[in-house]
C-alpha cells in the first residue's frame, strides 16, 4: 500500500504501509484522505446539522435546489465554515443544487478535515528563521542506556518529516570474525553502550594519525580511485522532502576516522551536501531553506584555531561567512605548539576537512552570549534542556534576542534514560530552531511535535517577533543598520502579538476508534473525550523593567469555563495545559450528543505556539485510563465550523477513526 503526498515542500514520497506520527508528516496523509463510511450516529448528526444549517424549509428538508438553496449554501460555508465557496482547498466545487447527498460528498472530502493548510510558510528567510522538525540520538530505538541501535532508525525519522538527525562517530572495537562495534555513549554524561557499526577499513591498521597526515591521507583518497565496494556499507537515506537536511555530528573517532568520514560523505552524498565550493555560499548571512533545497548539511565543530589561556576578543562583531577561517594547518600536530607570545596553545580534535563541513552551522561550546562566537553569523550553541532552563532564568531576553538571528539547539536531559522527552513549546517559546526529541517515544512531546509541523515539511516559520532579518526586494536580505538592530535586539517578549482566545468545541459523535479486539474488553469499554489546550501565553500584568524572564515550568489544569486559569505569576512567560473532559460513553461509535466543552477568555495566547491535544480514552472504573486514539493541531492551523478531527491510534499509526465536532474559536 502507497499513497502519494504533495505537500508544500515536499516531493512525490512512496509511504511504508506502517508510518509513525511525529514529524507531522502522517497527520497530513490523513487529513487528505476521504472518510470511506459514516456510522448511524454519525449519519444522524450530519443529517441535523444539514436540515439547521443549510436546508431551507421543513418541506425542502432533505431534497431541495434552487437559488435560495444555493443561498444558504453559500451562508454556511463562507460563515460557518470559513471555507471558499467556489473551491475549498482541495478543490471541491459546490454546486447552486446541493441535496443531502451532495453535502455528504463534502463532509466525507478532505475539505471537511479540522486540520487547515499551511499559511504564510515563506522559505525565502535565513534558517535561523525557522523551526526545525529534530530528532537526539536518532540510532536509538529504545532505552537512552541499553536500546538498540540501527541504521533504520535513520529512514525512520525522515520518512516521518524529520529535518535534523544526529549521529555519534567512534572508532570501532573488532570483533571475532573482522566485524566492528563502537563504544556509544547514547548521553554527553552517560557511559558507552555497544553498537552495530559501518566496517570503514578493514585493511587499515595504520597507528593514529596528527590531523595534518589525516587532511593528507584525506586528500590522497580523494584524488584516487573509489574504494573497492566490500570495503565498507554505504549508508541509505530515504525521504520525501526536499527540503535541507542538517546532520548533528557528534564526533569522537580519531582523526584518520575523521578522514575517512570526509571521504564517505563527499562519495555518497556528492550533489547534496553542502561545502564551501557551492554556489548556495553567497553573502555575509545564512541563507534561506529555498536556496537550501536537495542540501545536506554539516553541523560539526570547527578545527580548533589557535586558542590560547587567554581569551582573545577582538573577533569582529558579525563578520562575513568567507571570513570565519580556522588556523588549524598551524596548530593540527598532536603536539602542543607555541604562538609567537610564547602562550599555550589547545590541540585540535577535529581534522581541518571535517570541521570545514560545517559551513553554515558550526558547533561552539557555549559560555555565554558576549563570548566571541556569538556573533558569528554560522554559529549554533548546543544545550541541554536544564541549561536552557538555567540560562532562560538568568538572561532570558538574551536567550531570545539570541535565537532570533543566530541558531540553537536543545536535547533532552542526560537524566531522560528511558528516552522521555521534554515540552518542545518551552525551547519554541524562547526561538529555538532544533528541539532534538527521542522519536522512539510517542509521548507528549512527540505529540505536540506532529502538531508544530503537519504539512510542512518539516520546516516551520516563527511567528511575527520572533524573526530577525528581514528580506530586501526580490527575496534578498538587507541587513539592520546598527541602531535598528539593537532596539530590534531590546524588544521584549511580552510586547509580541498575544491575543484572548475564547474557545468552545462541541462533541458529537465518534467512530471506528481502534478498540480491542477481545470481545470481553470491548464490550467493556467506555470510550471519553479529554481536549487540552497547550499554550504558550504572557501575563504582562506585572512586566518586569529588565525584561529578564524567571518563568516556572508547571503545566495548569483549567476547570470548566476556563479562564484565565492556572494560578499564574504575574509577568511571567510560560507554557501551560488547560484541560476538559467528556461524559464516558459506550461502543467504538459513541454518540456524545453534541457536549459542549469551554475555555473561556484566556488571556495572552500565541496560537503559532498553541495546540490543541485530543485524546480518546477508554475511562476504566480500576487502573489507569488508556489512551486508544489521539491527534495534535496547531490552533492557528484549526479551522472552525463543523469538522472531522482524523485520529492515529496509540501506536501514533494511521487509523479510520474520526471525531466529529463543532469548533468555534475566537482570538481577539
Known amino acids: 500500500m502507497t499513497t502519494t503526498d504533495p505537500t508544500p515542500g515536499n516531493m512525490p514520497i512512496q509511504l511504508p504501509l506502517v508510518l509513525q506520527a511525529g514529524g507531522g508528516l502522517l497527520s497530513g496523509v490523513s487529513s487528505s484522505r476521504s472518510v470511506e463510511r459514516l456510522s448511524g450516529h454519525m449519519l444522524a448528526h450530519l443529517k441535523n446539522i444539514f436540515d439547521q444549517e443549510i436546508a431551507v424549509n ?60 499551511v499559511r504564510d510558510n515563506d522559505l525565502k528567510y535565513p534558517i535561523s528563521n525557522y523551526f526545525i522538525s529534530s530528532s ?70 595504520t597507528p593514529r594519525q596528527t590531523a595534518g597526515e589525516a587532511d593528507e591521507l584525506s586528500r590522497k583518497r580523494s584524488a584516487s580511485t573509489s574504494i573497492s565496494p566490500t570495503s565498507r556499507c554505504e549508508p541509505r537515506v530515504l525521504h ?95 603536539e602542543s605548539m607555541s604562538p609567537p607570545d610564547g602562550k599555550k596553545v589547545k590541540k585540535s580534535k577535529i581534522l581541518d576537512a571535517l570541521g570545514k563541513l560545517g559551513v553554515y552551522t558550526r558547533s561552539y561550546h557555549f559560555s555565554n552570549f558576549d563570548q566571541p562566537e556569538a556573533s558569528f553569523p554560522t554559529h549554533i550553541f548546543s544545550l541541554s534542556e536544564k541549561a536552557l532552563t538555567d540560562v532562560r532564568e538568568t538572561h532570558g531576553q538574551k536567550l531570545f534576542s539570541h535565537n532570533r538571528n543566530f541558531l540553537m539547539r536543545v536535547y533532552p536531559h542526560g537524566f531522560r534514560i528511558s528516552s522521555s522527552n521534554l515540552n518542545p513549546v518551552m525551547a519554541w517559546r524562547d526561538g529555538v530552531q532544533m528541539v532534538a526529541l527521542n522519536w522512539q517515544s510517542l509521548d507528549k512531546g512527540m505529540a505536540l511535535n506532529e502538531g508544530m509541523f503537519a504539512r510542512t515539511g518539516g520546516w516551520v516559520l516563527k511567528p511575527p517577533g520572533y524573526r530577525g532579518e528581514t528580506l530586501g526586494p526580490n527575496g534578498s536580505r538587507q541587513q539592520q543598520q546598527q541602531q535598528q538592530q539593537q532596539q530590534q535586539d531590546e524588544i521584549p517578549r511580552h510586547s509580541m502579538s498575544r491575543r484572548v482566545l475564547n474557545f468552545v468545541i462541541r462533541i458529537y459523535a465518534a467512530q471506528d476508534l481502534p478498540v480491542p479486539v477481545d470481545p470481553d474488553k470491548l464490550e467493556n469499554f467506555r470510550p471519553c473525550v479529554k481536549c487540552r489546550l497547550d499554550l504558550q501565553r504572557y501575563d504582562n500584568s506585572n512586566i518586569n523593567p529588565d525584561h529578564s524572564q524567571s518563568p516556572s515550568m508547571k503545566s495548569g489544569a483549567g476547570g470548566g469555563g476556563g479562564g484565565a486559569g492556572g494560578g499564574l505569576d504575574k509577568g511571567n512567560d510560560r507554557a501551560e495545559t488547560l484541560t476538559e473532559r467528556s461524559k464516558t460513553r459506550k461502543s467504538a461509535n459513541p454518540d456524545f450528543e453534541g457536549e459542549r466543552l469551554a475555555f473561556k477568555s484566556v ?66
Open 58 to 117: 421543513a418541506k425542502d428538508r432533505g431534497n431541495w435546489s434552487g437559488n435560495q438553496g444555493h443561498l444558504n449554501g453559500y451562508r454556511f460555508m463562507l460563515k460557518t465554515q470559513h471555507d471558499q465557496w467556489s473551491s475549498t482547498e482541495q478543490g471541491y466545487k459546490i454546486n447552486e443544487t446541493w441535496a443531502f447527498n451532495d453535502f455528504l460528498d463534502y463532509v466525507s472530502s478532505p475539505d471537511f478535515s479540522a486540520l487547515g493548510p
Open 136 to 205: 537526539h540520538n536518532t540510532y536509538l530505538t529504545g532505552h537512552q542506556l541499553y536500546g538498540r541501535s540501527s541504521a533504520e532508525g535513520y529512514t525512520n525519522v525522515l520518512l516521518r518529516g524529520c529535518r535534523c538527525i544526529e549521529i555519534d562517530v567512534w572508532d570501532g572495537q573488532p570483533r571475532d570474525g573482522g566485524e566492528e562495534t563502537d563504544d556509544k555513549p547514547s548521553d554527553a554524561s552517560a557511559g558507552p553502550v555497544a553498537t552495530t557499526t559501518i566496517n570503514l577499513d578493514p585493511g587499515n591498521t
Open 240 to 334: 520525501g522532502v526536499d527540503l535541507p537536511v542538517i546532520v548533528s555530528l557528534e564526533v569522537h573517532a580519531s582523526l584518520e576516522q575523521q578522514a575517512m568520514m570526509v571521504e564517505i560523505m563527499r562519495e555518497v552524498w556528492a550533489g547534496m551536501l553542502l561545502d564551501d565550493t557551492c554556489k548556495e555560499i553567497e553573502g555575509d548571512g545564512l541563507p534561506s531553506p529555498q536556496n537550501l533545497r536537495k542540501k545536506i548539511l554539516v553541523k560539526v565543530r570547527p578545527a580548533a584555531a589557535i586558542t590560547t589561556v587567554k581569551e582573545d576578543t577582538s573577533s569582529p562583531a558579525r563578520p562575513p561567512v568567507r571570513r570565519i577561517e580556522s588556523n588549524t594547518s598551524q596548530s593540527s600536530s598532536d
Open 603 to 668: 488571556e495572552g495566547v500565541i496560537e503559532g505556539l498553541s495546540f490543541l491535544r485530543i485524546k480518546i480514552k477508554d475511562d476504566r472504573r480500576m487502573g489507569r485510563d488508556e489512551m486508544v486514539a489521539w491527534a495534535c493541531i496547531r490552533l492557528d492551523r484549526l479551522k472552525s465550523g463543523y469538522r472531522f478531527v482524523r485520529l492515529l491510534d496509540a501506536r501514533g499509526q494511521e487509523c479510520k477513526g474520526v471525531l466529529l465536532v463543532k469548533i468555534d474559536k475566537e482570538a481577539r
